[in-house]
């Protein structure tokens, strides 16, 4: 089965912070991606990633950056947090390229941001 | 990439079964039609997908018509366990973004 980590359930920081989301898969996926979730908007892809130190950007990247140092890892980076971008956090990876393929997800970060 | 419109909640009783209907009329040749579900907490995972006709696994059925302008998620016997938000996507090959949109949330009763 493919595991999909991501470092924390719950995470609270201060506006200002900055704030690091890892996540780590174990099963040689070629392709990452980091998502926002929040009540009636559904997914938004925030960053993806095809290939190590390649990165792309989603539908909302301001505020956000990533880091693709090793296949199985991908960061999601915000540099100085603030109060908008309190919500829940998903990494995800699939094998190949394509929207056809299967994404496997993470159970989530829920972020606070006060 | 093609948009899809699908219901934003139903209800159910156990042991009824569900079907869910996905809009997708601008779907393209290369398109698949793929489903999702997402339990409170949890990240979303695959269901079933398809490309056209009927496809059935332990969990679902898929059932398209030969325009494959629609999709239908069939959930034979749902159980309160089965109280999920359901995503309709489509995609092709090509290194495209995957757009989830709001999804439908199933709510089953006793």
């Known amino acids: 089965d493919v595991k999909v980590t991501q470092s924390s359930r719950y995470l609270v920081k201060r506006t200002g912070e900055k704030v690091f989301l890892e996540c780590v898969q174990d099963?040689?996926?070629?392709?990452m991606f980091w998502y926002r979730q929040d009540p009636g908007l559904g997914l938004r892809l925030i960053y993806f990633?095809?290939?190590?130190?390649?990165?792309e950007k989603g539908d909302i990247p301001e505020g956000y950056s990533v880091s693709r140092e090793k296949k199985e890892r991908f960061s999601l980076i915000l540099e100085s947090a603030s109060t908008n971008q309190t919500s829940m956090y998903l990494c995800?990876?699939?094998?190949?390229?394509?929207?056809?393929?299967?994404?496997?997800f993470g159970p989530g970060t829920r972020l606070l941001v006060l | 990439l093609a948009k899809t419109t699908q219901p934003i909640s139903m209800d159910s009783y156990e042991g009824q079964e569900v079907n869910i209907t996905c809009s997708h009329n601008n779907i393209a040749t290369n398109d698949y039609i793929t489903w999702y579900q997402q339990f409170p907490s949890q990240g979303p995972r695959f269901i079933i997908q398809g490309y056209k006709t009927k496809v059935t696994n332990e969990v679902a059925s898929l059932f398209i018509p030969a325009d494959r302008k629609s999709s239908t998620l069939s959930l034979p016997r749902v159980s309160l366990s089965d109280t999920a938000v359901y995503y309709c996507?489509?995609?092709?090959?090509?290194?495209?973004?995957?757009?989830f949109g709001t999804g439908t949330r199933l709510l089953v009763s006793p």
């Open positions: 995800a990876s699939s094998l190949n390229p394509g929207s056809q393929e299967t994404q496997y």
């Open positions: 990633s095809y290939d190590v130190k390649m990165k």
């Open positions: 099963m040689d996926h070629e392709n």
């Open positions: 996507l489509v995609g092709d090959t090509g290194f495209q973004k995957l757009v």
